[in-house]
Nanobody, 121 residues
């Protein structure tokens, strides 16, 4: 089995910053993609950012220039640096991984339980 443990959420004022972390552990051979999604109250879950094993990144238009995703392959950990936070960034942020458990094996997707980010004065 695979476990994802997220941390770093909280309450922050507009314009502030947070750094989210997500560590993956368990039966892992290779993590192909790591990423973050978010879900605001009453809204669907949406992509925030992803990073591939080769460090290629992709961002939602709404967060470009303010969010930065990175990963530490040695620690199976993905980070999301969030700057210039806005009230509309308020949401539960979910970690996501796309991995294999053996060489050339089936790809599996896992989700974290989510960490709350609230932007309010």
């Amino acid at each position: 089995q695979v476990q994802l443990v997220e941390s770093g959420g909280g309450l922050v004022q507009p314009g502030g910053s947070l750094r989210l972390s997500c560590a993956a552990s368990g039966n892992i051979f290779s993590i192909l993609v790591m990423g973050w999604y978010r879900q605001a109250p009453g809204a669907e879950r949406e992509l925030v950012a992803t990073v591939s094993s080769g460090a290629s990144t992709h961002y939602a238009d709404s967060v470009k220039g303010r969010f930065a995703i990175s990963r530490d392959n040695a620690k199976n950990t993905v980070y999301l640096q969030i700057d210039s936070l806005k009230p509309e960034d308020t949401a539960v942020y979910y970690c996501y991984v796309d991995l294999t458990k053996t060489y050339g094996g089936t790809r599996y997707n896992y989700w974290g339980r989510g960490t709350q980010v609230t932007v309010s004065s």
